[in-house]
Nanobody, 122 residues
Framework: VQLQASGGGLVQAGGSLRLSCAASGRTFSIFGMGWFRQAPGKEREFVAGINQWGSRTYYADSVKGRFTISRDNTKDMVYLQMNSLKPEDTAVYYC????????????????WGQGTLVTVSS
């Protein structure tokens, strides 16, 4: 599946952004979906995941209560609503598709989007 992430930008601490990821090429509803991020000099880390039907979501402890992942299978889209942003949320954010479960595990994802940069200023 091909993935295209968008919605990144510059925001002040405490602000909000909504990332979007458009999927194409295969039946979107069979994939679990995830958002990951990679800050400069750091490894790519799990942020949030959602199962095929949108009935289960998973979050990294660092974003729980602030970020919300959702999907719309009628539009082949997955979203990441990010509230109360902090400077430490600054990173390139990637969406990814998963057929193997283990939504928190980067190794379970086969297809990745190109990333969108989120910069949070203090």
């Amino acid at each position: 599946v091909q993935l295209q992430a968008s919605g990144g930008g510059l925001v002040q601490a405490g602000g909000s952004l909504r990332l979007s990821c458009a999927a194409s090429g295969r039946t979107f509803s069979i994939f679990g979906m995830g958002w990951f991020r990679q800050a400069p000099g750091k490894e790519r880390e799990f942020v949030a995941g959602i199962n095929q039907w949108g009935s289960r979501t998973y979050y990294a402890d660092s974003v729980k209560g602030r970020f919300t992942i959702s999907r719309d299978n009628t539009k082949d889209m997955v979203y990441l609503q990010m509230n109360s942003l902090k400077p430490e949320d600054t990173a390139v954010y990637y969406c990814a598709a998963n057929l193997r479960g283990q939504l928190h595990d980067r190794k379970s994802y086969d297809d990745w989007g190109q990333g969108t940069l989120v910069t949070v200023s203090s």
